[in-house]
């Protein structure tokens, strides 16, 4: 097995890409295995050199060991998200306390953090470069937040909370995961299907034949719940799929309220036993943000001034509701619907009339087009490199003189065994080593609409903001011109990794950029103007109640980690005494968001979910500089890329900022790009 392991072998595939023709499921538990018994041998190579410890053999050295665990965790954790099974699952289980022991032995090793701590100590008489002097002060860091400053007996006890925090992670992913698949709203009369778009109900058959049913399914994935509850004039069955999916993995075989609370009392425990008071104080002190008052000043003063909006939002919907003869109490199940009828009419604006010009394949295109416009990157194409799955396409970035960046996996459609939503990651990300500068291996996933037997896969407006979205992390990391592994790419603050992919959303309002691409599948005719002038007009459209949606999931988010909780029995009335003061729809008893809010359970966004908002300052700010000098700018791109998007962490995330705007980031660029101010 090892012998003719292809994750344990240099692939001998053009840049490094993964043998995904030859990986098989029983291939990752022994390629973890010995991945990590090298890494450990190389942690111990370190610890027994008998030179002085310096900045290469100790911090350098540490930043290499451990790239074949990269490696190996990089395919593994992309596949358990887009392509899992119950053997992969079965494995992330098995690899879950294998890896954090992998952490501890790092973290926990007493001969290494005195080496670690040696040079950290002496870093004043070195002659660091400032990416050096990044990853001293990174490195030393991780390790006394990792426990390595602790008493024997707190170490012990660190590592116990941190198995058992993976372990309950992986079970928080699990019920969510099946939660979602468990349920479907099988609809067998297609008069109950009025008033949803065609391509709507012809998913909806597709769905249900893959589920050997008879009329149509709809599930919760984002794409097929999102577009019937704006779409169906059936309230009781919008009402019932609402209901589906606010109570997700609440109760019932899938609950995952006590899993949250163990996940919750985890991170407390840790962030107690290293000194802090709570969670978010151990988790700002390495973002922009710094601390739990800043972040609660900045979600309390941006809620404050949106809520005003916000009603307004909600008072308008509601009155052209009741226009069109609704009598009943505008609820969380019509908002969406009547939402879309009152935008139809304010604008003469149908998802219908757009969906048709963002043909996917075209859209691609003009994402590529944009990024090359802006930087003179091209991408090319790659049939004869292998992916994980047959939708999986793969593209060689290049730049402007031929140099090749990144290889980028783009992964479009939904399956059963893959999550929902949209992401970017890296299967390994980039560095230098002995001279040689490594690019990235990229994935991007989305769960956009499948073609179908009549049609092509046709993005909606809001879907193709959200392939800028994932393509931004992706250039983040495709422009990394890093040394060290964990400085490159996205390694930056939670609330500044956002920035690079927030900004990119912007284009998709610039009517020059939709007039370029944006032609209708069947005719080629291209999008009218009047629909691009209506389509920028109604960008604001809601932006008060969208806002505040936001922020009450960052409010939230700090509620759950800013305080030392006992456990919290009912999650329903915890949320609802939280977020009724920011709330302007009803509050819905027995239904909860936290058991399938997986960012700030199982995610990265744990005391962070802010930082979405607080990454749209900055975006907003920044885009304020494109508008000025022309939003296709060359300058204004390459200076971004220079001084941001190519640096990694390598650098502090303010200055970075500073150093391309000339100044911090005005707060209200975010108020006026929304309309607000």
């Not at 290469?56 to 060991?65: L, V």
């Not at 006590?258 to 969670?279: F, H, Q």
Request: hydrophobic share 40%; net charge negative.
């Amino acid at each position: 097995m090892m012998i003719n392991n292809p994750l344990l072998i240099d692939s001998p595939l053009e840049y490094g890409a993964p043998l995904f023709n030859e990986i098989r499921e029983e291939h990752f538990l022994p390629a973890f295995q010995e991945a990590i018994r090298q890494a450990e041998n190389e942690i111990d190579a370190i610890v027994e050199n008998a030179d002085d410890p310096d900045f290469e053999n100790t911090i350098a050295a540490s930043d290499r060991a451990g790239r074949l665990v990269d490696r190996v965790a990089g395919i593994f954790y992309n596949i358990n998200s887009a392509c899992t099974s119950d053997g992969i699952k079965e494995i992330a289980r098995k690899v879950s306390p294998m890896m954090t022991a992998y952490a501890l032995y790092i973290s926990l090793n007493e001969k290494l953090f005195e080496k670690v701590d040696k040079v950290y100590g002496d870093r004043d008489k070195l002659s660091l470069t400032p990416e050096q002097s990044m990853l001293l002060k990174k490195t030393h860091e991780s390790f006394v937040r990792g426990g390595a400053a602790l008493s024997p007996e707190d170490k012990k006890k660190y590592g116990e909370l941190s198995e058992a925090l993976d372990l309950a992670k992986l079970r928080f992913e699990k019920n969510l995961l099946d939660a979602t698949n468990d349920y479907v709203l099988h609809v067998k009369e297609e008069s109950r299907l009025k008033g949803l778009p065609s391509y709507v109900i012809e998913a909806a058959a597709e769905e249900a034949r893959g589920r050997g049913l008879d009329g149509w399914a709809f599930t919760l994935s984002h794409t097929s719940m999102g577009s019937f509850l704006r779409f169906a004039d059936d309230r009781e069955l919008r009402k019932e799929i609402w209901m589906a999916s606010a109570t997700k993995a609440l109760g019932g075989r899938f609950d995952n309220c006590k899993v949250l609370n163990e996940i919750v009392s985890l991170k407390s425990g840790i962030a107690r036993l290293l000194g802090y008071e709570t969670y978010a104080d151990y988790v700002l002190v390495e973002r922009m943000a710094k601390d739990r008052s800043t972040v609660d000043a900045f979600l309390s003063g941006l809620a404050d001034k949106t809520l005003p909006y916000a009603r307004r939002d909600v008072d308008m919907v509601a009155e052209y509701a009741v226009s069109q003869g609704f009598v009943e109490e505008l609820m969380p199940w019509d908002f969406s619907y009547w939402a879309e009828k009152c935008r139809e009419t304010e604008f003469s604006l149908k998802e219908e009339q757009l969906k048709p010009y963002f043909r996917l394949e075209a859209v691609v295109d003009a994402v590529f087009g944009l990024a090359g416009k802006l930087y003179g990157i091209s991408f090319e194409q790659r049939d004869d490199l292998p992916a994980y799955h047959p939708d999986v396409k793969v593209y060689d970035v290049k730049d402007a003189d031929g140099k090749h960046l990144s290889l980028l996996y783009m992964d479009f459609f939904p399956r059963d065994n893959k999550n929902s939503g949209a992401w970017m990651n890296p299967f390994i990300g980039q560095y230098v080593s002995e001279g040689e500068d490594h690019r990235p291996l990229i994935s991007v996933v989305t769960n956009f609409t499948k073609p179908t037997a009549t049609k092509p896969s046709l993005l909606t407006h809001s879907e193709v903001t959200t392939l800028l979205h994932e393509f931004g992390h992706a250039l983040h990391e495709t422009f990394s011109q890093c040394n060290y592994a964990s400085l490159s790419g996205t390694n930056v603050p939670w609330d500044f990794v956002e920035f690079p992919s927030q900004i990119m959303e912007n284009w998709a309002f610039e009517p020059e950029y939709l007039a370029s691409f944006a032609k209708h599948y069947e005719t080629g005719e291209p999008i009218p103007e009047e629909l691009v002038g209506k389509l920028v007009k109604a960008r604001n459209y809601l932006s008060g109640y969208a806002q505040l949606r936001q922020l009450q999931f960052g409010i939230l988010d700090m509620k759950w980690y800013s305080s030392v909780h006992s456990t919290i029995e009912d999650v329903p009335s915890f949320e609802k005494r939280i977020l009724s003061p920011v709330s302007v729809l009803p509050m819905i008893d027995g239904t909860a968001v936290s058991p399938s809010f997986s960012h700030i359970f199982d995610g990265g966004y744990s005391a962070g979910y802010y930082s979405y908002k607080w990454a749209e300052v900055l975006e907003a700010d920044a885009y304020s500089l494109f508008e000025e000098r022309g939003v296709f700018d060359k300058g204004t791109a390459s200076s971004l890329r220079e001084k941001i998007l190519s640096k990694g962490g390598t650098e502090d995330a303010s200055a970075m900022y500073r150093d391309f705007r000339g100044r911090d980031p005005e707060p209200d660029a975010l108020l006026k790009k929304s309309g607000m101010i």
